[in-house]
């Protein structure tokens, strides 16, 4: 059974930075996706970034290009997101979920639907 388990958010200044990381088991080959997904009040839920579980192929959502930066730890099974610059439109409920549909571990995508695994979130808060 494949877990995630979100660790890192927490309370971040303006401009700051923060590293969240998903520590994640149970797969049983490197055809997966992992991605991050945002959810703010009131606002639908976000993919900002994905990795494949083969570590070739990353995939930024426009609007934290530059800022975000995911990345894979295989000797953890751990996937971490690194946000430097931290603004207001950060505050969310950050999640990570895996996509086991075949092909994940060569492409990722980020729409929600694809991913049949989450974990239970971890809070980023940005103050100015």
């Known amino acids: 059974e494949v877990q995630l388990v979100e660790s890192g958010g927490g309370l971040g200044q303006a401009g700051g930075s923060l590293r969240l990381s998903c520590a994640a088991s149970?797969?049983?080959?490197?055809?997966?996706?992992i991605a991050w997904f945002r959810q703010a009040p009131g606002k639908e839920r976000e993919g900002v970034p994905c990795?494949?579980?083969?570590?070739?192929?990353?995939h930024y959502a426009d609007s934290v290009k530059g800022r975000f930066t995911i990345s894979f730890d295989n000797a953890k099974n751990t996937v971490y997101l690194q946000i430097n610059s931290l603004e207001a439109k950060d505050t969310a409920a950050y999640y990570c979920?895996?996509?086991?549909?075949?092909?994940?571990?060569?492409?990722?995508?980020?729409?929600?639907?694809?991913?049949?695994?989450w974990g239970q979130g971890t809070q980023v808060t940005v103050s100015s």
């Open positions: 979920a895996a996509d086991q549909a075949r092909g994940s571990g060569l492409l990722c995508f980020l729409s929600a639907k694809r991913y049949d695994n």
């Open positions: 149970g797969f049983t080959s490197e055809d997966y996706a």
């Open positions: 990795i494949t579980g083969s570590d070739v192929y990353t």
